[in-house]
């Protein structure tokens, strides 16, 4: 047995070729696979908020243990952080199953939906993890279900190739850890987290610690889109399909910035001198490389992918400045840039659904064909672009403040030019899609039915609400990342 | 407190040489042949290091985990070869330098 919320979600993973079995029946496949899976995640969603919303505000703190004692055995826990990323997860997970109901066609609907559902269930287990063995598993399992969404496509070539780069890249990665974790088991003689930091507390100035630490931040940063190791993250988030593209980037991305706050500032907390510095060159330069390369593209969804690059960079930033205040910000800028990135994944998709085209130049104009999609576009380019009112800006600022704070105005002065090179392409965006004259593919868009305009106008809508009134949501991120000091 | 080993060496070697394989070979099949090595080299060493936990024996756990991993290898390679067959049947050949279309 595992939390309620997890057995839930396995539970619904593996009865959903059941859904479409039934479905078929009744030649309705794809509605009662698309009915079940968003019902199931809608379900999941309420259970976390109506069960879960102490252990949110870190108020109390629930921990699960299989049979043996924890030191040894395999565990799950979750705490405000855990519960506050699973809350993102099941938010973006269902607004992508709503999508792509619309989106996906053909044979093998069952099979997306599973394999959609799967990849959600694993990640809430990646969160929901009390020691590294249970992590890896469900990390692996994540990662098998993102090579299969990645390359659903099979006809096309891009899917094919980016799924192949994708895959041996990204299982380097987890092998990776892997070794990673059998030094520090062979060091400890335990994977659980909290044991973890305890053990590791007087190892400095041991190579093989050394080691290890630089494997886990390899390992996981490659999944978190860290620079030396992102060239996976632009062509698989491209090639996929687009509420595929908005898990991946919205949500996946930050299981690999969960696991590297799980390893550096629980685990290896009390080597933090040796792995800060090393963590704020891998961040400055993440942030750097994003925003240039997504200066020149003409892709809508390669921009945007390497867009994520960027923002992953500023989330690592946050945490390698290390304050309280700096993990707030990172905390927050991890909710914001699920919404906005899903946002805009999906509008990309509305945009690619109607016109089968992803360059910039042929979609220019499209806000006339496609008024609603449009607005919700700018809106969310707006706050790509950090606009005050809208959500980034607050998140951003949060970020900035603290690296002064923490006497590194080096590093605010570096994140403000980066803010400015980003809001260059975001204009750029803007311009082609509201501002240019349309092209003859655009003249003939139609506006996109309601199943995709919900989710894009209700991840709009929350991304206005939080940049309006963003006190409450400051807060939660302030919860969590108190929790996360707290722990360590 | 481990001590340096030859097991460790071997295992390290294994790792390198998956490296290796991965940066250097061009066919598709070889590559996943690479990621293959790697995992075994990973795996081999947590059985080493594990014997060290206890003394003189290995931990269950370590079992359990190396089990597990090993089955998780094989779900990747599997899903490799699938794709490895596609690509095929798309470009036909396994040479990755044929798969440099995305590059822009």
Redesign the interface.
């Known amino acids: 047995m595992f939390t309620p919320l997890l057995d839930a979600l396995i539970l619904f993973t593996f009865t959903t070729p059941l859904a479409g079995l039934i479905g078929r029946r009744v030649r309705h496949e794809k509605t009662a696979v698309a009915t079940y899976a968003t019902f199931a995640l809608i379900f999941s969603l309420m259970l976390v908020l109506v069960f879960y919303s102490e252990v949110l505000w870190g108020v109390s703190f629930l921990a699960e243990h299989g049979s043996a004692l924890p030191p040894e055995g395999a565990s799950l826990e979750a705490g405000a952080l855990s519960m506050f990323l699973a809350t993102i997860f099941l938010i973006i997970g269902s607004m992508a199953s709503l999508f792509s109901a619309r989106e996906i066609e053909g044979e093998s609907v069952t099979g997306y939906y599973t394999v959609l559902l799967g990849i959600i269930t694993a990640m809430i287990g990646v969160v929901f993890s009390g020691d590294l063995f249970t992590l890896f598993i469900f990390w692996e399992a994540m990662c098998i279900c993102s090579y299969v969404l990645v390359a659903f496509r099979r006809e096309r070539w891009e899917s094919i190739e980016a799924s192949f780069k994708y895959l041996i890249m990204s299982s380097a990665g987890g092998i990776t850890i892997l070794f990673a974790l059998s030094f520090v088991y062979g060091l400890t003689g335990t994977l659980s987290i909290p044991y973890l930091s305890m053990s590791l507390d007087g190892s400095g100035g041991n190579l093989m610690v050394y080691a290890a630490l630089l494997m886990l931040i390899v390992g996981f940063g490659l999944q978190a889109g860290m620079v030396p190791f992102h060239m996976w993250l632009p062509d698989a988030h491209m090639a996929a399909p687009s509420s595929i593209s908005a898990v991946l980037s919205g949500v996946m991305v930050k299981a690999g910035i969960y696991g590297l706050l799980k390893v550096l500032l629980v685990i290896f907390l009390p080597l933090r001198g040796s792995w800060q510095t090393t963590l704020t060159a891998f961040a400055v330069l993440t942030m750097f490389v994003g925003n240039l390369s997504a200066l020149p593209q003409d892709d809508i969804k390669r921009l945007l992918a390497y867009s994520t690059i960027a923002n992953s960079g500023y989330i690592l930033l946050g945490i390698a400045i290390g304050s309280n205040r700096a993990l707030t910000g990172s905390m927050f800028h991890v909710l914001n840039h699920a919404l906005i990135k899903a946002l805009l994944f999906l509008c990309a998709g509305a945009f690619i659904h109607r016109t089968k085209t992803r360059s910039l130049s042929e979609l220019a104009g499209i806000r006339r064909a496609m008024p609603i999609t449009g607005a919700a576009f700018i809106i969310g380019v707006l706050s790509l672009a950090s606009i005050p009112p809208l959500n980034f800006f607050w998140s951003e600022l949060t970020i900035i403040r603290a690296g002064v704070e923490a006497g590194m105005p080096s590093l605010s002065f570096l994140m403000i030019l980066n803010m400015v090179l980003s809001s260059a392409y975001c204009l750029r965006m803007i311009q082609a899609v509201a501002v240019k004259k349309e092209t003859s593919t655009s003249k003939k868009a139609k506006e996109v039915p309601l199943q995709m305009l919900l989710p894009i106008l209700l991840l709009a809508l929350l991304s206005v609400i939080i940049g309006v009134y963003p006190d409450p949501f400051q807060t939660l991120a302030e919860t969590v990342a108190q929790a996360i000091s707290v722990r360590a | 407190m481990?001590p340096s080993n030859y097991y460790i060496a071997c295992s390290m070697i294994l790792?390198s040489l998956?490296?290796y394989c991965?940066a250097a070979k061009r066919n598709?099949i070889r590559?996943l042949i690479g990621?293959e090595i790697?995992?075994n080299?990973?795996?081999l060493?947590?059985i080493?290091?594990?014997s060290?936990?206890?003394e003189g024996s290995v931990?269950p756990?370590?079992h359990v985990?190396t089990i597990?991993?090993i089955g998780?290898g094989g779900?990747?390679i599997a899903?490799?070869l699938v794709?490895?067959i596609?690509?095929y049947r798309?470009?036909g050949t396994l040479d990755?330098r044929e798969?440099r279309?995305?590059k822009?």
């Open positions: 481990v790792f998956g490296l991965l598709m590559l990621l790697m995992i080299a990973a795996n060493n947590f080493f290091l594990s060290y936990v206890v931990h756990l370590a985990f597990l991993s998780i779900c990747i899903l490799g794709i490895t596609y690509a798309h470009y990755v798969l279309r995305l822009h």
